[in-house]
């Protein structure tokens, strides 16, 4: 059984139209939840952690939120540059160890 | 944020060679750091976890001897591919944590890896 399941695997928008991914996860302990874009060929980079229900970040159009199941990506008036794939990872207990979900192929159209 | 690089950035080496990739944080030190493997379409798998001067920790189902890890000092940790053969090829990459009341641990660019 996966222990962090991302919805939708893809999703295409059109520029300028908002939406959001899901991350769930199964995990007890949680520790911390992770948010990655990770470009075609390129390695994961950082964009939030979340350590707690009801805790939000936002960074641009990206904005992230926690509650005790799942984790919330949720991108405003998307652009063509925002296409990419999000992971969503967490930590548990006292493990620095990441597991990572499938990830959420975004692809924004002009 | 803090800086991983990967050398090199792809490699193609024939059936039973072996391949060394280099992971250097380059603006920090770090005791940890952490190998993954990611196929195509796959999300990211850890393969080992790396401490300084002491073994690595492998992941269940992740050959020891085949995947040997070498974390010589605190800014360099090596993955060696030995007697790689087709099914090794990957993208394989690498993160290292700051610890510096950061949050995350930071990721390397990758290395392609493909084995003919």
């Known amino acids: 059984e996966d222990q962090v399941t991302q919805s939708p695997e893809a999703l295409r928008l059109q520029e300028g139209e908002s939406s959001s991914l899901n991350c769930s996860y199964t995990?007890?302990?949680?520790?911390?939840l992770f948010w990655y874009r990770q470009d075609p060929g390129k390695g994961p980079e950082f964009l939030f952690t979340?350590?707690?229900a009801g805790e939000e970040k936002e960074k641009e159009r990206l904005k992230a939120t926690l509650t005790k199941k799942e984790s919330f990506l949720h991108i405003t008036a998307p652009k063509p540059e925002d296409s990419a794939t999000y992971l969503c990872?967490?930590?548990?207990?006292?493990?620095?160890?990441?597991?990572f979900g499938k990830g959420t192929k975004l692809t924004v159209n002009p | 944020g803090a800086v991983v690089s990967q050398h090199p950035s792809r490699v193609i080496c024939k059936s039973g060679t072996s391949v060394k990739i280099e992971c250097r944080s380059l603006?920090?030190?770090?005791?940890?750091m952490f190998w993954y493997r990611q196929f195509p379409k796959q999300s990211l798998m850890l393969m080992a976890t790396?401490?300084?001067?002491?073994?690595?920790?492998?992941e269940q189902g992740v050959e020891k001897d085949k995947f040997l890890i070498n974390h010589a000092s605190l800014t360099l940790s090596t993955l060696t591919v030995t007697s790689a053969h087709p099914e090794d090829s990957s993208f394989y990459i690498c993160?290292?944590?700051?610890?510096?009341?950061?949050?995350?641990?930071?990721f390397g660019p990758g290395t392609r890896l493909l084995v003919l």
């Open positions: 995990v007890s302990g949680l520790r911390g």
């Open positions: 603006d920090f030190q770090a005791t940890t």
């Open positions: 979340l350590y707690s």
């Open positions: 990872a967490v930590t548990q207990g006292g493990s620095e160890k990441l597991v």
């Open positions: 790396s401490n300084e001067g002491s073994k690595a920790t492998y």
């Open positions: 993160s290292a944590d700051p610890r510096r009341g950061g949050e995350t641990q930071y």
